[in-house]
C-alpha cells in the first residue's frame, strides 16, 4: 500500500473541497483530495445544486414556460419526456467535470478515488469499494468537505420509482401524473414548482401554514399564491401519520384524517451529514446532537489541525457559502490571517418564480422594536417582465427604517431574482439609504428598475422624497 505525505488533505471534491485545496495550492502547498469513485465535484454536481438548476433551465425552455403568457393556457407545447431533460443534465455535468478537473490540474492537486477513512488525527487511509486499502496519507492538516445527503428514515418505502428523494428523482423513468411532495422547505419547494410548471398536479404537504415559513411571510406567500395559479395545492398544518405504497401508487394518510393519493412522492425533509464510514472518532471527533460536526469561527474541530466545512457542519448549507467556507479554512491552515465567514450574504431559492433574499424581514424588524416602512414594486409595473413574459408573477421588497433610511432587508420573488439581489447586497453592506436606487439611473428595461419602483414606493409612503 502506498503512503503519501502532503500538506493539506481535503475530503471531498464539492464546492468546499474544491476551494480549500484551490487556496492551499496557491499558497504553494502539497494538496490531495480524496473523493468517491465517478463523484468527482461531489453531491452539488450529481444530485444537488447543479443537477436541479439545471433540470429548472430545461423545464422553462422545453416547456416554454414564460411564452405563457402571451397566449391562452389552453396553448400547446407539445410533450417533455425525462430523455429531454436529462439531455442538457449530461451536457452541463460533462463540463463541470472537464472544469474542475482542469482547475485541479493547473493547481497541481492531486485526486484520489476512493473511501476515505480515519485511522488517527493525522492518518487517513482510501480504501476501493471492496473496501481494500489503496493507500495512506499523512497529512498536517485535514479539512472535511464531505457534504450532505437526503434524510431517509427506515420506516420510509423508498424504492426510487414511487418514493423518491431528491437525488433518486433525478432518475425517474417518466413524469407523473401527480405528485406528492412531503416538506415545504427549499428543495421540496423547488421541485413541487418545476413539476408543476410540466403540467403535473403537485400537493405539497407540510406541517406549517405556509411554503419556506423561514422567509419573509409576504414573499413566501406570493410565491405560493403565484404556485396555485399554475396547479400546486398547498396542504398546510398537517402531520403524517403513514404512508402507504400500492400496485396503483403512494398515499399519505394525515393524523386529522385526510389522505393524498398520488403516483409518486417526493420525500423532502432535510439532509444529513455525510460521516458515515470516515471514522471520525478515530481522530477523536464528534458530532453534536442534530449529526452535525461542530467547529469554531474558524472551521476548526475540537482537533485544530482537522477543519470542517460545508453540509457537514450544517447551517445555510449552500454551495455559495461552502465555497467560502472552504477558502476560509484553507487559509487558516495554512497559517494566514483570515477574517471570519460573514454574517450577511444573499439566500437564493430556485423555484419557478425564484427567490432571493438578504437582510431582515419583517418579523425580524418587529422581534427587535424597529420603526421600519417598506416599499414595493410588483413585476406588473416593470416593462421588462411584460416584454419577457413572466405572467406578473414577482415583487421586490425593501424594507427601511423610517427615521434615517438605512436599509434593513431586500426581498425578491420573480424572474432573475438571483441575479438582481447583488445590486441590493451591495447596497446594504455599504450601508446605503432607500433613497440610494432613486437617486440612480437604471437600464430601461430591465428587472433591476423594480429597486427604483420600490424604493419611490417606500418614500411616498413616509412623505419623503429623493435627495
Do not use: W
Amino acid at each position: 500500500m502506498e503512503n503519501i505525505k502532503v500538506d493539506v488533505l481535503v475530503v471531498g471534491s464539492g464546492p468546499a473541497g474544491q476551494k480549500a485545496a484551490i487556496q492551499a495550492a496557491k499558497l504553494k502547498k502539497s494538496v490531495v483530495i480524496i473523493e468517491k469513485e465517478g463523484f468527482l465535484g461531489g453531491a452539488c454536481l450529481h444530485s444537488g445544486t447543479i443537477p436541479s438548476k439545471t433540470l429548472r433551465a430545461s423545464i422553462l425552455d422545453l416547456s416554454e414556460f414564460y411564452l405563457r403568457s402571451f397566449y391562452s393556457k389552453e396553448y400547446n407545447f407539445g410533450d417533455i419526456s425525462i430523455n429531454d431533460l436529462n439531455f442538457r443534465l449530461k451536457k452541463v455535468i460533462e463540463a463541470e467535470i472537464q472544469m474542475i478537473e482542469r482547475q485541479f490540474k493547473k493547481n497541481k492537486i492531486q485526486i484520489i478515488f476512493g473511501n476515505a477513512q480515519f485511522e488517527n488525527e493525522r492518518h487517513v487511509s482510501v480504501l476501493d469499494s471492496a473496501q481494500t486499502p489503496i493507500c495512506r496519507i499523512e497529512s498536517q492538516q485535514v479539512i472535511i468537505a464531505s457534504g450532505s445527503a437526503p434524510r431517509n428514515p427506515n420506516h420510509i418505502p423508498f424504492d426510487g420509482r414511487m418514493i423518491c428523494d431528491s437525488s433518486s428523482l433525478l432518475k425517474i423513468e417518466q413524469l407523473p401524473k401527480k405528485m406528492i411532495v412531503l416538506g415545504g422547505g427549499v428543495i421540496g419547494s423547488e421541485y413541487a414548482s418545476f413539476f408543476a410548471a410540466l403540467g403535473t398536479h403537485v400537493v405539497v404537504i407540510d406541517k406549517k401554514d405556509h411554503m419556506l415559513p423561514y422567509l419573509d411571510r409576504e414573499i413566501g406567500m406570493h410565491l405560493q399564491s403565484g404556485l396555485s395559479n399554475i396547479g400546486l395545492e398547498f396542504h398546510g398544518n398537517k402531520q403524517v401519520q403513514s404512508i402507504e405504497v400500492s400496485d396503483t401508487g403512494v398515499s399519505v394518510h394525515s393524523k386529522d384524517g385526510g389522505h393524498v393519493e398520488a403516483d409518486l412522492l417526493l420525500y423532502a425533509l432535510g439532509r444529513e451529514a455525510n460521516i458515515e464510514g470516515l471514522h471520525i472518532e478515530n481522530a477523536n471527533l464528534s458530532v453534536n446532537n442534530r449529526g452535525y460536526i461542530e467547529v469554531n469561527e474558524f472551521f476548526q474541530t475540537t482537533n485544530p489541525n482537522i477543519y470542517a466545512v460545508g453540509d457537514v457542519v450544517g447551517g445555510a448549507s449552500l454551495a455559495s457559502t461552502s465555497m467560502e467556507q472552504g477558502r476560509l479554512a484553507a487559509l487558516k491552515a495554512c497559517g494566514i490571517q483570515t477574517h471570519h465567514f460573514p454574517e450577511f450574504y444573499p439566500l437564493g431559492i430556485y423555484t419557478i418564480p425564484e427567490i432571493s433574499s438578504c437582510g431582515l424581514t419583517e418579523d425580524e424588524c418587529k422581534k427587535q422594536g424597529l420603526k421600519y416602512e417598506v416599499g414595493r414594486a410588483y413585476y406588473y409595473e416593470i416593462a421588462a417582465s411584460h416584454i419577457y413574459g413572466s405572467n406578473d408573477m414577482g415583487m421586490f421588497k425593501i424594507i427601511f427604517d423610517v427615521d434615517n433610511l438605512q436599509l434593513l432587508g431586500v426581498h425578491i420573488v420573480g424572474r432573475n431574482a438571483s441575479e438582481v439581489i447583488h445590486i441590493g447586497q451591495m447596497a446594504m453592506m455599504h450601508q446605503s439609504r432607500v433613497d440610494f436606487f432613486t437617486n440612480q439611473v437604471f437600464n430601461y428595461p430591465t428587472f433591476a428598475e423594480g429597486y427604483r419602483i420600490a424604493a419611490l414606493n417606500g418614500l411616498n409612503k413616509v412623505g419623503k422624497t429623493a435627495s
